[in-house]
């Protein structure tokens, strides 16, 4: 799946190339449908980027996309999700068909991202939650002293690495509202991590990987520091959603990115930027 930031970018390198496309968008919608509106799909004689739902919809739309895009013309369509589809979703949506050469991709509103994440830790466990954020809609901003420790093919443009020997000091350009992941390789690092983070009353979760002896431990140096107990409250440890067993840094990753969009469901961490 390309999510929306990477769908955009992929529209303005197609656009600035002379690439032939076309875009397809849900513009609106009816009942239950499988993508909400706005959400795009970009179309060329050999490639399909995005997803406006999957299924028998899907390949319709890019059917209908590809003649069109022959004939250089643009159109809307009309599709009820029932029987002639093979789909029982029930609801009806209405897709635009634009080219390419005359959509302002620059110009496209975005969904604000289900979430905003400082992610401290370039190791085994903070790669491989990276790995599983690529294919989510957020924005990362991925934190580490060590640039080797950062994967040498590009990142998506929704994670932004950082490298920096000053680690706790970068806590400052945290947005309200998004939350912290702390995993580093260091206990003192990620005991000034969290201290920093806990003191900024505008960071609704600090999430800390550990046991809950360190738990207590952080707890206990982090009082003794004067943090007061409603800042303290917002310390989670162990991390990752309750009942996902396992030490594997895939494992971890599957729970912590469970957590993750389980606090964006429910609005405990912002999205906007």
Known sequence: MTLPLALQAAA????DQGRAGMVVEVQSHQGSVPREAGTRML???DAVLGTIGGGHLELQAIERARQLLAQGQRAEQRLALGPSLGQCCGGALVLSYQPLAQSAPETWSLPAPRF???LYGAGHVGR???????GIDCRVRWLDERASEFPAEPLPPHITPLCSEGLPHELAATPAGAGVLILTHSHDLDLALTEAA???DDLPWVGLIGSATKRARFLHRLESKGLRPEQLARLCCPIGLPGIA????EVIAVAV???LLQLSSTGDL????
Request: aromatic share 4%; hydrophobic share 60%.
């Open 270 to 273: 912002n999205g906007h930027l």
């Open 246 to 249: 396992g030490k594997e840094p």
């Open 198 to 200: 806990l003191a900024r």
């Open 12 to 15: 303005l390198q197609w656009r």
């Open 43 to 45: 179309v060329a004689a």
């Open 116 to 118: 905003l994440l400082d």
């Open 257 to 259: 990115v469970a957590q």
């Open 128 to 134: 491989a939650i990276v790995r599983l954020l690529a």
